[in-house]
């Protein structure tokens, strides 16, 4: 097979419908930045659940002489004995990792350390005393919220349960829509770059009619006619792919980032993720356009 040859259809094939190729492109460019933007945001939704997996805590508060609880109110304050009868219990069980226990000060200085940095009314507004005293339990796995929690619930000196996943699902739920929404969107432009890919082929092909007709006289096999229509959609995917790969950057150093700096964590992605899904969609986006070359091919180029 002359390659000059076949670089130089391409080439012509390309500038005879210089519009329709730039079309595509744009097209194939759009879907494939929706479509990597969505990956990153699985990806970047996957560490931030890894990492507040291993961290979220299951909080055990304690009554104390304002506990709003009926049984507080009955009971009084909880005592030392029923404290650590409760941590004990706690320890006993095979879900949970590990217990802390945090008294009354304590618990009122780290909120002000979480709070007064960010929300400074919130945290003028609470006083000593109004947090009580608890137990922070790290689970073996978040899994088993419910299993522990009604183990505790109702025990002695028990006020309240809390779970420091419940906070984070709605932002995760949020997350979750914000990814599918884009990888739909991606699949319905996806959708109509192959399609237009399509007609551009088509139109490729019909416009050289009589050339593939001479080829095909002096004996050229159907692979050598298919091919330049096949490097035509190669060439447009990849150029695609490209273009979408600036915008995947610019998604992964602008919405991602802004993501992580309200978490305050270091939990971005690294570099391997964003080539891995920069190399997933310049390969979707040549696979996709060769693909439908191909198949475009075999219904209306009678070969």
């Not at 929690?149 to 979750?176: H, I, K, M, T, Y």
Request: charged share 20%; net charge negative.
């Amino acid at each position: 097979m002359r390659a000059q040859f076949v670089l130089s259809e391409t080439w012509i094939g390309l500038r005879r419908n210089l519009t329709m190729t730039v079309a595509v492109i744009t097209t194939v460019a759009i879907s494939l930045a929706l479509f990597g933007g969505g990956l990153l945001v699985n990806q970047q939704v996957t560490e931030m659940r890894n990492f507040w997996d291993q961290r979220i805590t299951l909080t055990v508060y304690m009554c104390n002489d304002i506990s709003p609880a009926e049984a507080c109110r009955e009971n009084g304050a909880a005592t030392e004995e029923e404290r650590n009868d409760l941590q004990g219990k706690l320890e006993g069980m095979p879900q949970v990792e590990s217990v802390e226990y945090m008294s009354a000060a304590e618990a009122f200085e780290d909120f002000q350390q979480r709070i007064g940095s960010t929300n400074e009314a919130l945290s003028n507004a609470a006083q000593e005393g109004d947090i009580p005293d608890n137990f922070r339990v790290q689970l073996t796995d978040p899994a088993h919220y419910d299993t522990v929690r009604d183990a505790v619930s109702g025990a002695p000196g028990v006020d309240s349960v809390s779970n420091d996943q419940s906070v984070l699902e709605e932002f995760f739920g949020l997350l979750d829509v914000l990814k599918w929404a884009a990888l739909v969107v991606a699949g319905v432009q996806l959708a109509a770059a192959a399609l237009l890919i399509g007609n551009t082929i088509r139109l490729s092909a019909y416009s050289r009619r009589r050339e593939t007709g001479i080829m095909r006289l002096v004996g050229a096999s159907n692979f050598y006619i298919q091919v330049p229509f096949l490097l035509e959609g190669a060439v447009a995917g990849f150029v695609g792919g490209l273009i979408a790969s600036g915008f995947i950057i610019a998604t992964r150093f602008t919405l991602l980032t802004k993501i992580e700096e309200w978490f305050q964590f270091d939990i971005a992605l690294d570099t391997g993720a964003l080539l891995y899904v920069i190399g997933v969609s310049i390969i979707l986006g040549v696979l996709l356009c060769t693909i439908t070359s191909f198949l475009t091919l075999r219904r209306y180029l009678k070969i």
